[in-house]
């Protein structure tokens, strides 16, 4: 190749914000502990299990994950037969995931689910109960004569297995070559690349404020469990618009008999997050979190109270970008580094309507505003251009209850759907991403049978499918005849000895070209290493 010809080669290079894969990894772990539910048990029929404020941390090679394990127990009494409920203390969990490579700062993505929930019945425990007396004190320290009755507690071993999903990722970016001009077009090679392009990420707080009604005179606030829901984003132009519901369980003593009452309080909530570069249509994700939340109560009228939040949201936007990247020119010396994304293979989505007929408890004279929905059981699989979607729609129910005294009930329904979405280019293996959302929900009484509610609800689910890719990229070219090089990231197992036998490069000559490493034998996953190589004919 000729003086002139070099001169007149130029590379042309395009920013590329992406998400580079460290890793990630499955893990279980099982947390045991014993329970007692009042009564003698005759059979458990349902444990509704929520995993609540579900958090990771990246340190080396390892996520630490942390949340919630909240229970409600329904369970038939064997003396009454009637279907009881029983809420578990709160548990706090902790896990480690192995990540190799993972390290503090980097990027984290955690998914938990309860995966199993199992009861062991233990024992029959005697518990006595008076005004005021604790029903677990020991028999010998209470007068006979005072006992207001005499009861049975059931003794149960727990067990909850938890699935947890962790993925690390660091926000990257490189310019990367996307067209070569001044050599013959046989000679470059491209590939192309669809990933997500990251155009900025941002996070704010915003304080939520609301009054309180006890509805009795309240001494003090025991606990307050919040979560957030029915989130909700729109992107506009530098901006993120966030909506959402913050769910209070309040728990008060109260101030004439202190018993512990409860309270719930649901407060809406719109904020605008700054991200410059965002546009309409652009891809957002949202992660908010409760930072803090304190409710006070009022000192002249001990009914009514103040509620404090404040809600963190993070914001990252991102769009769906096709880039036809260099990977090769035959002949020219080119610097290298190794890409490895979540390439996008497609995305769609799909819609169905679940129609059901529900039995209410009681007559029904008008349902009491929209119901609370969520989805459970969510299972995809993927098969040759298609993902298939199974799970439960969840919907708690409030009516108004026909008759002279019209208060408001609530009963649950549960339907399971299949759906099946559409994405030409999916395999077996590829990674599924699942969004469900109720678009619609609606309900007829029967004029006949105020009992009986026929409800059609219209879900939509959006799916997004990737693959991991390692691409090794032109992120230049020289018009000289210097040798390229190729700098490699570091993987879990790698020494230079290996690295150097992969690329077909003495040993030596991967050493001279990295002094920083002091100790050939031990280099680290993450750590960057140039690969001298010789110039390509």
Same mark, same amino acid.
């Given at each position: ?106 990027? +984290? ?62 926000? %990257? ?34 304080? #939520?404020?609301?009054? #309180? ?26 901006? #993120? ?87 090769? %020119? ?100 590829? +990674? ?12 007829? %009484? ?22 991991? +890719? ?60 140039? %690969? ?6």
């Amino acid at each position: 190749m000729g003086k002139d010809e070099f001169q007149a080669l130029k590379c042309l290079t395009d920013l590329l914000k992406v998400e580079q894969v460290i890793g990630e990894n499955a893990s279980q772990t099982s947390v045991i502990r014993e329970i007692v539910l009042p009564g003698r048990v005759r059979k458990i029929t349902e444990v509704d299990t929520k995993l609540r404020e579900v958090k990771g941390r990246v340190i080396e090679n390892k996520v630490v994950v942390e949340g919630i394990i909240h229970k409600q127990i329904f369970f038939v009494d064997e003396d009454t037969g009637q279907l009881k409920e029983f809420t578990v203390d709160d548990e706090r969990f902790v896990h480690f995931v192995d990540v190799p490579g993972a390290m503090p700062g980097m990027n +984290v993505q955690v998914h938990a689910r309860a995966e199993f929930v199992g009861h062991d019945f233990i024992k029959e425990v005697k518990a006595y109960h008076r005004d005021g007396e604790d029903a677990d004190t020991a028999e010998s320290e209470l007068d006979p004569q005072v006992f207001k009755k005499k009861k049975f507690d059931s003794l149960f071993r727990q067990t909850v297995v938890l699935e947890i999903f962790a993925k690390v990722t660091e926000s %990257i970016q490189l310019d990367v070559v996307v067209d070569v001009h001044g050599i013959d077009r046989g000679k470059v090679i491209t590939e192309l690349l669809k990933v997500e392009s990251v155009i900025g990420e941002n996070a704010s707080p915003v304080t #939520v404020r609301a009054d #309180v009604d006890f509805d009795r005179p309240a001494r003090s606030i025991k606990n307050i469990d919040a979560q957030i829901k029915d989130i909700q984003s729109r992107v506009i132009e530098n901006k #993120v618009i966030v909506e959402g519901v913050l769910h209070k369980h309040i728990y008060f003593v109260g101030a004439e008999d202190d018993i512990v009452f409860e309270t719930s309080v649901d407060e809406k909530f719109t904020h605008f997050v700054d991200v410059p570069g965002a546009f309409p249509g652009a891809n957002v994700q949202v992660h908010p979190r409760v930072e803090y939340v304190d409710v006070d109560i009022d000192a002249y009228d001990p009914t009514r109270g103040v509620q404090t939040a404040i809600i963190d949201i993070f914001v990252k936007v991102t769009e769906t970008v096709q880039v036809d990247v260099v990977t090769d %020119i035959k002949g020219v010396h080119t610097t290298k580094e190794l890409l490895k994304v979540a390439q996008v293979v497609g995305e769609g989505s799909a819609q169905q309507t679940i129609v059901a007929n529900l039995a209410a408890p009681a007559r029904v004279r008008r349902i009491a505003g929209p119901p609370e929905t969520r989805f459970e059981n969510l299972e995809t699989r993927v098969i040759d251009d298609k993902v298939i979607i199974e799970g439960d729609l969840v919907k708690n129910i409030f009516f108004v209850r026909d008759g002279e005294n019209p208060e408001v009930m609530e009963f649950d329904a549960r339907e399971h759907f299949t759906v099946f979405v559409d994405i030409p280019g999916a395999r077996p293996g590829h +990674v599924v991403q699942v969004y469900p959302r109720v678009e619609f929900t609606d309900f007829e %009484i029967d004029h006949y049978d105020r009992h009986r509610i026929r409800q059609t609800s219209v879900i939509e689910i959006f799916v997004k499918v990737t693959e991991h +890719v390692q691409l090794e990229v032109v992120t230049g070219c020289e018009t000289g005849p210097k040798p390229s090089v190729t700098v490699y990231i570091v993987q879990p197992g790698d020494s230079l000895f290996k690295i150097s036998q992969r690329f077909g490069v003495p040993l030596d000559a991967v050493i001279a070209a990295n002094p920083q490493i002091t100790n050939p034998d031990l280099i680290f996953p993450g750590q960057k290493i140039i %690969i001298p190589r010789s110039p390509k004919g």
